[in-house]
Nanobody, 121 residues
Framework: VQLQASGGGLVQPGGSLRLSCAPS????????MAWFRQVPGKEREFVAA????????YYAGSVKGRFTVSRSSAENTMYLQLNSLKPDDSAVYYC???????????????WGQGILVTVSS
């Protein structure tokens, strides 16, 4: 399974971006799709996740209220809307898929290629 991620870039503080992630194979209701991020020298960090079947959403405390994860079953695509961006949000963002919910990156089986988000004036 390949996950194609897109949508990163450079944005000013307070700005917005939308990331997309499209798996190459169908996502089933039992799957959980998630976003992680990583900066050099630090471990990959959980950002948000969504249960494909129910649409239940999960967020890290640092992004709750600013980021929104969503999915389109018809398009087999997951999205991450990033609002009120801060310089600390700058990182490489990864999408991933697992068979169950977890905030630990090693529990995810399939990964996108990583997209760079830079928040800077």
């Amino acid at each position: 399974v390949q996950l194609q991620a897109s949508g990163g870039g450079l944005v000013q503080p307070g700005g917005s971006l939308r990331l997309s992630c499209a798996p190459s194979s169908r996502t089933f209701s039992s799957h959980v799709m998630a976003w992680f991020r990583q900066v050099p020298g630090k471990e990959r960090e959980f950002v948000a996740a969504i249960r494909w079947g129910t649409g239940a959403e999960y967020y890290a405390g640092s992004v709750k209220g600013r980021f929104t994860v969503s999915r389109s079953s018809a398009e087999n695509t997951m999205y991450l809307q990033l609002n009120s961006l801060k310089p600390d949000d700058s990182a490489v963002y990864y999408c991933a898929r697992a068979n169950g919910y977890s905030t630990y990156w090693r529990d995810y089986l399939y990964w996108g290629q990583g997209i760079l988000v830079t928040v800077s004036s």
